[in-house]
């Protein structure tokens, strides 16, 4: 690094100052890159939060068609006894396959 004195003050060379030039503005492209990629991580968010938004949709849609199912106490009865379920497995399992008693029994032997 070559340096000259002028006067007691070290200055550095129009070399120097170039290289410094070329640092300073690699910074300042930098932060453009970075305010173009802030303005797509924003874009990301959004997409994520309407897709979250979509999915949380979607499944009270599926718990409202669930709750519309028909099921017998009788058969959460037996699958709570015989298989030793909670009382809301045995009703979920249920509505996830239309009341079928059996259908859901052979559910719970596949798992």
Do not use: C
């Given at each position: 690094?070559?340096?000259?004195?002028?006067d007691?003050?070290?200055t550095?060379?129009?070399?120097?100052?170039?290289?410094?030039?070329?640092?300073?503005?690699?910074?300042?492209?930098?932060?453009?890159?970075?305010?173009?990629?802030?303005?797509?991580?924003?874009?990301?968010?959004?997409?994520?939060?309407?897709?979250?938004?979509?999915?949380?949709?979607?499944?009270?849609?599926?718990?409202?068609?669930?709750?519309?199912?028909?099921?017998?106490?009788?058969d959460?009865?037996?699958?709570?006894?015989?298989?030793?379920?909670?009382?809301?497995?045995?009703?979920?399992?249920?509505?996830?396959?239309?009341?079928?008693?059996?259908?859901?029994?052979?559910?719970?032997?596949?798992?």
């Amino acid at each position: 690094m070559a340096e000259e004195v002028q006067d007691g003050v070290r200055t550095p060379d129009s070399k120097d100052q170039q290289q410094q030039s070329k640092a300073l503005d690699s910074l300042t492209d930098h932060v453009e890159e970075r305010q173009l990629d802030s303005t797509r991580v924003q874009q990301a968010m959004e997409s994520i939060n309407a897709r979250a938004e979509a999915d949380r949709h979607a499944q009270r849609l599926k718990e409202k068609e669930l709750a519309a199912v028909k099921i017998s106490q009788e058969d959460v009865d037996i699958m709570v006894e015989e298989l030793e379920l909670d009382r809301k497995v045995a009703e979920r399992r249920l509505r996830e396959h239309k009341g079928d008693a059996i259908a859901a029994i052979r559910s719970f032997l596949n798992d």
